[in-house]
């Protein structure tokens, strides 16, 4: 019983360590890109290396940690933490950017090339960035497949990989801040975060009146993840107009900034 015991204590600590030390990867190969381009000589601000870090290590937390609330509220944390305040920390430090700084000429072009393909363009496409993150959602709550993620492990974490890649692939194209082939203007960017944030609060508000099929969580759990969809999806979303927002004004800036007058 003791070894019994002792395996199960060891499984479920290596269960909480593995997201952390995946996390961790990423923000370590972070850190020493922007560490070798200062020893270069070149400059890179450290508020991105905070943000990335940030973004990498709240995925991993997210994760391995048990959040405080209902069981409901703790998901939607959960779900909130991976699917759109990470991916925001992240997009924000340009770590595509980074990259072509850092790689040598023959990755830095073949990274060049996966920016530029037809198949990265549409996979950043708005219409279809805003169906995986809004319908996926719309699916996931409001179809069997919330409750069968709580029976499957590896069905809930293949939701939380759809839900981390779809919010990467979602903020990547609307700040569009890392350099790519195709690139829209602000007013269709806009009204996708417009559309993306209306659907999300609509299916916030349909969780007041009826759970995720096939589940039974309290009314008082269900009220309290609800709101946490709600609002933090709110601030997530306000944070992605600011960024649209200063995009607007520097473009405006450079626009009515008189041209230099010739000798």
Aim: proline residues 7%.
């Amino acid at each position: 019983m003791i070894g019994l015991h002792e395996h199960v204590s060891h499984s479920g600590t290596a269960a909480l360590l593995a997201p952390v030390v995946l996390a961790f990867l990423p923000a370590a190969g972070y850190v020493w890109a922007a560490r070798r381009l200062h020893r270069r000589g070149d400059a890179w601000p450290g508020w991105r290396i905070t943000s990335f870090v940030a973004g990498a290590l709240a995925v991993g937390a997210a994760v391995a940690v048990q959040l405080p609330g209902g069981e409901f509220t703790a998901h939607m944390a959960q779900h909130l933490v991976i699917g759109m305040l990470a991916p925001v920390l992240i997009v924000l430090a340009r770590p595509v950017t980074l990259a072509l700084r850092v790689l040598p000429r023959r990755p830095r072009r073949a990274l060049l090339r996966v920016l530029h393909s037809r198949w990265t363009s549409w996979s950043i496409s708005l219409p279809l960035v805003a169906l995986l993150e809004s319908g996926g959602l719309w699916i996931l709550y409001r179809t069997p497949l919330f409750a069968s993620t709580q029976e499957h492990p590896w069905l809930h974490a293949l939701v939380h990989t759809h839900v981390l890649v779809t919010g990467l692939l979602f903020t990547f194209a609307i700040c569009q801040l890392d350099p790519v082939r195709r690139r829209h203007t602000l007013v269709p960017r806009a009204a996708t975060l417009v559309l993306a944030g209306a659907a999300h609060a609509v299916l916030a508000k349909s969780l007041y009146a009826a759970p995720p099929p096939g589940t039974q969580f309290s009314p008082a759990d269900l009220a309290a993840g609800a709101k946490l969809m709600y609002y933090g999806g709110d601030i997530v979303e306000i944070a992605l107009a600011t960024v649209l927002a200063l995009q607007w004004y520097r473009a405006e800036g450079r626009a009515l900034r008189p041209a230099p007058r010739r000798a």
